[in-house]
């Protein structure tokens, strides 16, 4: 079968995923030919089907699927699979190719079963001018949950919302929101009650002492904080129908209340662990679980359709003793501060811990689902660090299917896409069931043409580097840096200006290269702070660097201010700097030193 062109499409349907599944294929045929072309494409709804399938025959190519967004995948699959697409990073499909395609008769693409069901984003910075183009990249990476904060998606309006929609994309209002259903400023005055008993004292929640409101949670076991939580969540999905799901997660950080009854659902002795970074306070899994339990059979009498997510993260990471995940449960496991140096199914001091929660977890399904919380990007600050998963997260998948894990969503931004892309594909095509030793030299063909080896020698290095740093690692600065050499980051630039210099005009190539140097400067700079030989006027050249890039997809550069007014905070006051001021925090990276090194 020949196609030169766009194709005419066969039949008729008003089902507004169906129309941009042919708006899109028509498009694509167009950009890659130039024009109008002899051939038919005919879209079929299959339900025996697990996935979309593609096929050719005659003059037609013929998608079919179980629904609408799987019919629009295999438009997508299609296109990258035979028309010379490759859709790495929004806004921005990579197109290579010219002239007529021939198409063997038959099968083309096999439909295949779906791994996982969940497979996404976490959101954490509001909708912007660049969410359709987000909306699009997901659902050509065939992408399906996006989580993001409650007071983001409140300013997402309804177009907005419908880009998403019509793509299969589910959004899970919810992250950190205990303050959203139970905001101080509409409760504190007449029911201090519901607020966290601390020290024998009603604290009061302030909005704008933190943005996290670290350390400062609800009375959980207060009977009329939970009604009213689920008559606020009630409410709030008549405001907005289109969602099907509600969350119910603590606010960032600790907190919890000591009420006397309260207190009966922890033990103060019983501290959290180092891997879960809670060994400075108690186990708070027990009086969390119980209001999520609570919670949810109340939200199910009235609402059965809705599923209630919560998290499972730092002293509440593990499920409490009976905890069933029923039907309108999903925990949201988070493994944070994980050790990127190995799977999390490796042998491994932090790990090895993680993975014993997760199967847990999954031994809890009664019907609910477990999705974890990824932090493909590093953790808590997005600096742009080497993470260099693109391998290690097929090797996972396979784990988390065969413990039961529902799926995976990561956080990530689109400023540092050239950083961080090549994972967030490379989870993408794992969450569909794709394999490791077909999709990665797929991905380095794509990226880098002839020079895929060299690619993937560039990856390759800065994995290295990052295991150079010890038996473990976590991916902040101070892990990083204080544990390998100068000498590799310069090697990594030579690396990356070897690839700029064979495609000079390639926008990723040259962003690599000031990836590169920007590891480098970093180390140097690093280095000289902690000689004593730099201080806060070469903090400054650093981070105008960084800001010298703004037109770059390597920096989100509003991260990157108050992590370096950290650092010259520490300067001024004579104090060790280690990562964000934070006492609790720089107390772990102290333990991460023994522990990282393998002590």
């Known amino acids: 079968m020949l196609i030169d062109g766009s194709p005419v499409l066969t039949g008729s349907f008003t089902d507004p995923t169906m129309v941009l599944a042919a708006e899109e294929l028509r498009a694509l045929s167009l950009r890659r030919f130039g024009s109008a072309g002899t051939w038919q494409a005919h879209f079929e709804i299959d339900g025996k089907l697990p996935s979309f399938e593609v096929r050719a025959a005659g003059n037609t190519l013929t998608i079919s699927g179980p629904t609408p967004v799987e019919i629009l995948y295999g438009v997508y699959d299609f296109a990258e699979k035979f028309l010379g697409y490759f859709f790495f990073e929004p806004g921005r499909d990579i197109l290579e190719g010219e002239g ?297 998948c396979a784990f988390y299917r065969s413990i039961g894990v529902d799926g995976i969503a990561t956080q990530f931004h689109p400023p540092h896409w050239s950083v961080y892309g090549i994972n967030f594909v490379a989870m993408a095509k794992a969450l569909r069931g794709e394999k490791e030793e077909e999709a990665v030299p797929w991905m380095m063909q794509r990226l880098f043409g002839a020079d895929a080896a060299e690619g993937e020698a560039f990856y390759a290095h800065l994995r290295s580097i990052c295991t150079s740093a010890g038996p473990c690692h976590v991916p902040y600065p101070y892990a990083l840096f204080s544990r390998t050499e100068l000498a590799p980051y310069a090697q990594a630039v030579k690396l990356a200006e070897a690839l700029l210099a064979k495609s000079p005009r390639s926008r990723f190539r040259r962003e690599l290269r000031i990836w590169a140097e920007y590891l480098y400067r970093y180390k140097a700079l690093f280095d000289a702070y902690h000689a004593g030989c730099a201080g806060i006027p070469e903090v400054d050249q650093l981070l105008a660097w960084v800001h010298s890039h703004r037109d770059t997809r390597v920096f989100v550069h509003s991260r990157f201010d108050p992590y370096f007014e950290a650092w010259r905070t520490a300067i001024r006051q004579g104090k060790e700097y280690l990562h964000f001021n934070l006492d609790w925090e720089d107390d772990y990276i102290r333990q991460h030193r023994k522990l990282l090194n393998g002590k």
């Not at 907190?255 to 708070?284: N, P, Q, R």
């Not at 809890?364 to 953790?379: D, H, L, P, R, T």
């Open 100 to 396: 007529p395609v021939e198409l063997p008769s038959g099968c083309l693409i096999p439909a295949r079963e779906v791994p996982f069901t969940v497979r996404g984003f976490i959101q954490e910075y509001p909708f912007d001018d660049d969410s359709p183009q987000l909306a699009d990249w997901m659902a050509k990476n065939k992408l399906n949950f996006l989580n993001v904060w409650m007071k983001y998606y409140d300013g997402l309006d309804h177009k907005g919302r419908e880009a998403f929609r019509i793509r299969g994309i589910e959004i899970q209002s919810g992250h950190h929101n205990f303050d959203y259903w139970i905001p101080a400023k509409k409760y504190y005055k007449t029911h201090p009650e519901y607020f966290a008993e601390i020290n024998g004292v009603r604290i009061k929640p302030e909005a704008d002492e933190n943005a996290l409101l670290l350390g400062k949670q609800l009375c959980t076991t207060n009977p009329g904080v939970r009604a009213e939580i689920v008559k606020n969540m009630v409410a709030y999905i008549e405001r907005n129908p289109e969602l099907h799901s509600v969350a119910l997660h603590p606010n960032d950080g600790f907190g919890w209340c000591e009420c006397g009854e309260c207190s009966k659902f922890y033990d103060k002795s019983k501290k959290g662990d180092l891997y879960s970074l809670s060994t400075h306070v108690y186990i708070a899994n027990r009086i969390y679980h119980d209001m999520v339990r609570d919670v949810a059979a109340q939200l199910g009498k009235v609402r059965p359709d809705l599923t209630l997510y919560f998290g499972a993260y730092i002293n509440y990471c593990r499920p409490s003793p009976g905890l069933k995940l029923t039907p309108n449960l999903t925990a949201l496991f988070a493994p944070y501060w994980r050790c990127i140096n190995h799977r999390i199914d490796e042998e491994c001091p932090i790990n090895s811990h993680y993975a014993d929660d997760i199967r847990a977890w999954c031994e809890c399904k009664a019907g609910g689902k477990v999705v974890i919380y990824e932090y493909y990007m590093g953790v808590n600050f997005y600096l742009s660090l080497p993470q260099i998963f693109h391998r290690t997260i097929f090797k996972e």
